[in-house]
């Protein structure tokens, strides 16, 4: 990817990239030393990637189906999934879900597991939907999916099993 560097007067701190006509523009404050340059650079390549490798994966509506899937498969259809897709992995976790809102949301690092691993997570999240707990009723509800544990260890050697608290806000 090129890269082209402007360096403004006018910004002070503000730092700031987008792709146009294929080359990445990154703003930087003016006298902001040549290391420091590059490593922002590199900071927001990756941010730049990150977000257009999110696109791609959100685009072809595969999870969706793929919930819609092991929604009837595993809870009769019975869940309402308002909106589930990948978010890049920010904060080390495989999977979150807004309960009063439907939203789920998988690590973009989900899209290069195998897809019984994946298929755990969401049903996982999808649990979360009936209770928004970890209580032995919740695991009642994933161990339906007879390959949870192996899943689960799966996800635990890659060194993450945290699927995140599910949250009502
Ligand atoms: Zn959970």
Avoid at 113 to 127: Q, T
Wanted: aromatic share 6%; glycine share 8%.
């Amino acid at each position: 990817m090129d890269v082209r560097i402007v360096r403004s007067e006018r910004r002070q701190r503000t730092i700031s990239a987008r792709l146009e006509a294929g080359v990445l523009v990154v703003r930087l404050p003016a006298g902001m030393p040549a290391e420091q340059e590059q490593e922002w650079v590199e900071r927001m390549r990756q941010r730049v990637l990150g977000r257009r490798r999110n696109d791609e994966l959100n685009s072809d509506g595969a999870l969706r189906r793929r919930a819609d899937e092991l929604n009837r498969t595993y809870f009769g259809g019975a869940l309402q999934i308002a909106d589930i897709r990948y978010v890049p992995n920010q904060d080390a976790r495989w999977g979150s879900c807004t309960t009063n809102q439907g939203t789920i949301r998988l690590s973009d690092r989900l899209a290069d597991v195998p897809a019984w691993v994946r298929d755990y997570v969401i049903i996982h999240e999808l649990a979360h939907l009936i209770r928004p707990d970890h209580s032995p009723a919740f695991w009642r509800l994933v161990q339906r999916y007879k390959l949870t544990e192996r899943a689960r260890g799966y996800l635990m050697a890659l060194g993450l099993d945290d699927l995140g608290e599910p949250t009502g806000a």
